[in-house]
């Protein structure tokens, strides 16, 4: 059974930058679809992104779409989320999440039935 263990969150100011790390764990399908997510307070979570491991493209939503990057190390089984250009709108916990063979984008909650307990980005003004 995949395990998703997310780090590397933290607090930072505006403009700043931050590398979430997932470590995935018990990965035995040929691909998947790993995503992450983030829920700010009074907020519903929402993707940020997505991508078929391993090799695929990555998906971003909008509004994070030249800031946030998302890559893979296939040989260290861990998923990154890079968060640059940072404002207080990015604080959120974020999640990274595994799902099936194919990704739907933008990446919906419904089709991830694996999670990682989250880790939370905090960013001052």
């Known amino acids: 059974q995949v395990q998703l263990v997310e780090s590397g969150g933290g607090s930072v100011q505006a403009g700043g930058s931050l590398r979430l790390s997932c470590g995935v764990s018990g990965y035995t399908s040929s691909q998947t679809c790993m995503a992450w997510f983030r829920q700010a307070p009074g907020k519903r979570r929402e993707g940020v992104g997505a991508?078929?491991?391993?090799?695929?493209?990555?998906y971003y939503v909008d509004s994070v779409k030249g800031r946030f990057t998302i890559s893979e190390d296939n040989a260290q089984n861990t998923l990154y989320l890079q968060l640059s250009s940072l404002s207080p709108e990015d604080s959120a916990i974020y999640y990274c999440?595994?799902?099936?063979?194919?990704?739907?984008?933008?990446?919906?909650?419904?089709?991830?039935?694996?999670w990682g307990q989250g880790t939370q980005v905090t960013v001052s003004s």
């Open positions: 991508l078929i491991i391993p090799g695929g493209s990555a």
């Open positions: 999440a595994a799902g099936r063979s194919w990704c739907r984008y933008p990446p919906r909650e419904d089709d991830f039935p694996v």
